[in-house]
């Protein structure tokens, strides 16, 4: 089945402890994304890759690593999380940037 | 940086109606694509319908359907013969067809479909 898979679905952490939000496609895409989502505001990019070891920042890179060395993985890493990265996350992976998006799940990150 | 414009935040539809809910965005491209994305309350995100912009003929997705007007970079989605399922957070989306592969999404409609 084709999908994008996101862990964890849920994570509720504190200040300034590194965390990582795993994501992987098991469709042989080349684009993949991170956005959050936050009410009233609508989902903003984070960071993209069109390929392996070729990421660029979105609009809300501040406080977020990524990065692609294999083809299927885009991880989401943060450094040390404040309470103003509590979100809705969504990974998500198409197969060239104009193409639609196929979303994950989603993750539920709450930083106390 | 292009940005996408949805005006109304909230809405809400009889069942069987017809319901529309608009899009703006502004850019200074000529090539690019647009889409409409719906997010229910399970909160997954599903690709309801996808424009390019060198196309003139508008996108039709069964009971869904655009409005493109490339001059006033309008983008506006019908829903015919609303349902209950239909009901969601509907968010419009840029993305350039050369250059910045960056997507930008509206900050989103709330649908409510009445029975």
């Known amino acids: 089945e084709a999908q994008v898979t996101q862990n964890p679905r849920y994570l509720i952490t504190v200040t300034g402890k590194k965390l990582t939000v795993t994501c992987s496609q098991n469709m042989n895409h080349e684009y993949m994304s991170w956005y959050r989502q936050d009410p009233g505001l609508g989902l903003r990019q984070i960071y993209y890759s069109m390929n392996v070891e070729v990421t660029d920042k979105g609009d809300v890179p501040e406080g977020y690593k990524v990065s692609r060395k294999e083809k299927r993985n885009f991880p989401l890493i943060l450094e040390s999380p404040s309470p103003n990265q509590t979100s809705l996350y969504f990974c998500a992976s198409s197969l060239i940037s104009n193409q639609p998006q196929h979303f994950g799940d989603g993750t539920r990150l709450s930083i106390l | 940086a292009q940005t996408v414009t949805q005006s109304q935040p909230e809405m809400s539809v009889q069942e069987a109606e017809t319901v529309t809910l608009s899009c703006t965005y502004d850019?200074?491209?000529?090539?690019?694509?647009l889409f409409w994305y719906k997010q229910p309350p399970s909160r997954q995100m599903i690709l309801v319908i996808r424009?390019?912009?060198?196309?003139?003929q508008n996108a039709t997705e069964n009971r869904f359907s655009v409005n493109f007007q490339k001059a006033a970079k309008s983008f506006s989605l019908k829903i015919s013969d609303s349902q209950l399922g239909d009901t969601a957070m509907y968010f419009c989306a840029f993305v350039s067809g050369a250059g910045s592969y960056q997507l930008t999404f509206g900050k989103g409609t709330k649908l409510s479909v009445i029975p």
């Open positions: 424009q390019e912009a060198y196309k003139q």
């Open positions: 850019t200074s491209e000529n090539n690019y694509y």
